[in-house]
């Protein structure tokens, strides 16, 4: 069994972080009670660069916050779009994006529900049971268009079922009784402040690992102009600095 998949094909070896955070860029997470979080996101109808960018800024806010997936809508974009990075209860590890995802709708007969622990990064620090079917497979498209689908089984659905939640203007104190919606207000209430400086101190870490990321692969590259005759070199010199 692989214990990799990218985009839900088996893959050999994979970095710790997806490739695309480090392009990316560490954007605010709202919370739960702004607008933008209860209200149904409208789809992807451009795919280009700046649908890509914001994929990359949400694989690092997301990575920087600890998470297993985020939804655009909890960087304050109102589009059907989601992150993810998740491992499922077997321990193999899912990475990927969705663009405009759909939740299929599976026969209860081939599915159970398990209630456990749920959290949410728009709901910073609580912790609640919430029931979901132990098996997801949701449709959507990658960032060039081209369609995919993703299954998801154990943890893994729910981060799926969880993500597409977001995007249904859903977050998932709305599948709480009263009494746990309170419990879990109360929670961030407590442990707010705790994580946000968590939060913090893991954008100031990562920041300073790709810039010896950076500093290193300039520094590899380096001997390999100095090898080159002084004609190749006079042709570096003269192209385009990116």
């Known amino acids: ?35 933008v979080l209860h209200k ?3 789809e992807v109808t451009e795919f280009g660069p700046d649908l890509a960018a914001l994929i990359d800024d949400m694989f690092l806010t997301m990575y920087v916050a ?8 909890q960087v304050g974009v109102g589009l059907r779009l989601f992150v993810y ?10 990475v990927g994006h ?29 912790v609640m ?31 799926l079922e969880h993500e597409s939640d977001h995007l249904d203007g859903q977050v998932y104190l709305d599948r709480l009784s ?12 407590d442990r707010r402040e705790e994580v946000f400086a968590r939060r913090a101190a893991k ?5 300073q690992a790709q810039t010896q990321a950076q500093t290193q692969e300039a520094q590899e590259a380096q001997p390999q102009v100095q090898a080159q005759t002084p004609e190749a070199q006079t042709q570096v010199q003269g192209q385009p600095q990116h």
């Not at 392009?23 to 709202?30: D, E």
């Not at 939740?103 to 398990?114: F, K, V």
């Not at 746990?180 to 929670?187: F, S, V, W, Y």
């Open 1 to 35: 069994m692989p214990r990799v998949f990218v985009q839900g094909q088996p893959v050999a070896s994979y970095p710790p972080f997806a490739p695309e955070a480090r392009s990316g860029s560490v954007r605010r997470i709202t919370e739960v009670g702004e607008e």
């Open 40 to 42: 149904s996101c409208r």
């Open 66 to 73: 600890d998470g297993a997936g985020l939804a655009a809508n």
């Open 85 to 94: 990075d998740c491992r499922d209860d077997e321990g193999v590890r899912h």
């Open 98 to 126: 969705i663009v405009n995802p759909v939740l299929d709708r599976l026969d209860p007969a081939g599915r159970r529900l398990l209630d456990e622990g749920e959290g949410c990064l728009s709901v910073p620090g609580a």
């Open 129 to 159: 049971d919430v029931p979901r079917p132990d098996r997801a497979v949701v449709r959507g498209y990658d960032r060039e268009g081209r369609p995919l689908v993703v299954e998801g089984r154990g943890y893994f659905a729910r981060c």
């Open 178 to 189: 009263r009494r746990g919606r309170k419990d879990a207000l109360r929670q961030v209430a």
């Open 203 to 207: 954008a100031t870490a990562l920041s």
